[in-house]
């Protein structure tokens, strides 16, 4: 079992910036993707950004150039550095890691919202 704590959201203005932690703690961990989803009202979750353990990165194409995640494999931690915030961006951020290669697990989510 893996359990996923976020921390870093808030309120900021657009044009601001936020950093998004993520730690995650367990047996065994063997995670090989850590990555960061978010869900806005009456939408669908979708991804933001994802990194391998080799460190390889993926992101949406609304997080690119404005996103960046940042994983530390020995503290079993993924950050997302967010700048240059939009009222779009406003959501619940979801921390995710993948575990083994089969088993997907979920924070419980922190509110990010940009004004206007």
């Known amino acids: 079992q893996v359990q996923l704590v976020e921390s870093g959201g808030g309120l900021v203005q657009a044009g601001g910036s936020l950093r998004l932690s993520c730690v995650a703690s367990?047996?065994?961990?063997?995670?090989?993707?850590m990555g960061w989803y978010r869900q806005a009202p009456g939408k669908q979750r979708e991804l933001v950004a994802t990194?391998?353990?080799?460190?390889?990165?993926t992101y949406a194409d609304s997080a690119k150039g404005r996103f960046t995640i940042s994983r530390d494999n020995a503290k079993n931690t993924v950050d997302l550095q967010m700048n240059s915030l939009k009222p779009e961006d406003t959501a619940v951020y979801y921390c995710?890691?993948?575990?083994?290669?089969?088993?997907?697990?979920w924070g419980q989510g922190t509110q990010v919202t940009v004004s206007s």
């Open positions: 995710n890691a993948i575990v083994a290669g089969i088993s997907n697990y």
């Open positions: 367990g047996n065994n961990l063997r995670i090989n993707f």
């Open positions: 990194v391998r353990s080799s460190g390889s990165t």
